[in-house]
């Protein structure tokens, strides 16, 4: 009913709520409104904001709201959040608080608003961070997982846009931009949907990974290039009309043993490293070489043929960086 991509928008939602709460009602405290109350305004008030920064504000929905002139952007975003806050406020004063504490409620309105948008402030940029690192991967970074370096058995998919030099030079460097990030949005919540992180965009392109046994796990690493495919094929008409180019893509996927590692100081990401993710990387341009959708090494199409992945052999072949030659495959169908 829900896909993964929902849940881990939700879980984001869960954690800006939790922490507008955390802090609410410390602030709560601090001016005196009763603890039932700041709980209630609280929950309701980061729950609204949560949801419309998650589901409006970051989705493709949103795009043109973050286009926006920024001083345009905050004031709406503020109109926003004063809207939510008075309704609140009016919610708590009717539904949970006796009458005898309306009057109080509304007093304190004037000096709780200074506090509010502060608190909304540290929201957002908490679901800000949680959408550019990950859910998870903030998680592991808060831990201590990688602090030091650890062996992980991955799946990378490697996808890259084609003739993007051609696509830049005809549409200019403003209109290629939102071309490009269009489809990388399009690609993107198919990969999440089958349980796949994006660990990087790269210009036009971009690579997902997967924990091994969630790759091969109803074939998820070749069904979310299936399903990005057919989002690209289903709003191609849309893309021509607006651009006059349909994006086409090709991918490589390999995978194996990596070195998963904490990487930074003041802004820190958690790297993979290996002659793995480097293959994976050479699969694509073998399907570039070949010009095919998509190539599969060896090591995957193994697990996947298991899985009754109808794959066909393109033959072995060396890859840059790598001695021993690489059985490579691609889909049947593709």
């Given at each position: 009913m829900f896909t993964n991509t929902f849940v881990r928008k939700l879980?984001?939602?869960?954690?800006?709520?939790?922490?507008?709460?955390?802090?609410?009602?410390?602030?709560?405290?601090?001016?005196?409104?009763?603890?039932?109350?700041?709980?209630?305004?609280?929950?309701?008030?980061?729950?609204?904001?949560?949801?419309?920064?998650?589901?409006?504000?970051?989705?493709?929905?949103?795009?043109?709201?973050?286009?926006?002139?920024?001083?345009?952007?905050?004031g709406l975003y503020g109109l926003f959040i004063l809207v939510i806050y008075v309704i609140g406020i009016v919610s708590v004063a009717w539904l949970v608080a006796p009458p005898e504490q309306a009057a109080a409620i509304y007093g304190r309105v004037?000096?709780?608003?200074?506090?509010?948008?502060?608190?909304?402030?540290?929201?957002?940029?908490?679901?800000?961070?949680?959408?550019?690192?990950?859910?998870?991967?903030?998680?592991?970074?808060?831990?201590?997982?990688?602090?030091?370096?650890?062996f992980e058995k991955r799946a990378f998919l490697f996808i890259d846009l084609k003739d993007s030099t051609h696509i830049t030079e005809?549409?200019?460097?403003?209109?290629?931009?939102?071309?490009?990030?269009?489809?990388?949005?399009?690609?993107?919540?198919?990969?999440?949907?089958?349980?796949?992180?994006?660990?990087?965009?790269?210009?036009?392109?971009?690579?997902?990974?997967?924990?091994?046994?969630?790759?091969?796990?109803?074939?998820?690493?070749?069904?979310?290039?299936?399903d990005a495919k057919a989002i690209i094929d289903q709003r191609g008409p849309a893309y021509q009309r607006e651009f006059g180019h349909c994006p086409e893509f090709r991918a490589g996927i390999h995978g194996g043993e990596v070195i998963v590692s904490k990487r930074g100081d003041l802004r820190r990401a958690i790297e993979y490293n290996g002659d793995n993710i480097n293959i994976a990387a050479r699969m694509e341009q073998k399907a570039k070489d070949h010009e095919l959708f998509v190539v599969v090494s060896e090591a995957i199409a193994d697990e996947l043929q298991a899985q009754e992945v109808p794959l066909a052999r393109v033959g072995e072949e060396t890859v840059k960086g790598i001695s021993k030659p690489i059985g490579l495959y691609t889909l049947a169908e593709a």
């Open positions: 879980l984001s939602v869960v954690i800006g709520t939790a922490c507008f709460i955390a802090v609410g009602l410390v602030a709560g405290k601090a001016i005196g409104a009763p603890l039932v109350n700041a709980l209630f305004v609280a929950a309701y008030v980061g729950l609204s904001i949560g949801l419309f920064e998650v589901f409006f504000v970051q989705s493709n929905a949103g795009n043109g709201f973050r286009a926006l002139n920024p001083l345009l952007h905050t004037p000096k709780s608003m200074p506090a509010v948008f502060a608190i909304t402030v540290v929201t957002v940029l908490v679901l800000r961070v949680v959408s550019f690192l990950g859910a998870r991967n903030l998680w592991y970074l808060l831990i201590g997982r990688y602090h030091r370096p650890v005809e549409l200019g460097a403003k209109r290629s931009r939102e071309f490009i990030s269009r489809f990388l949005f399009d690609i993107s919540k198919p990969i999440t949907d089958r349980r796949g992180d994006i660990y990087k965009y790269m210009g036009d392109g971009l690579i997902a990974t997967w924990n091994w046994d969630e790759a091969i796990a109803r074939a998820n690493v070749v069904e979310a290039l299936r």
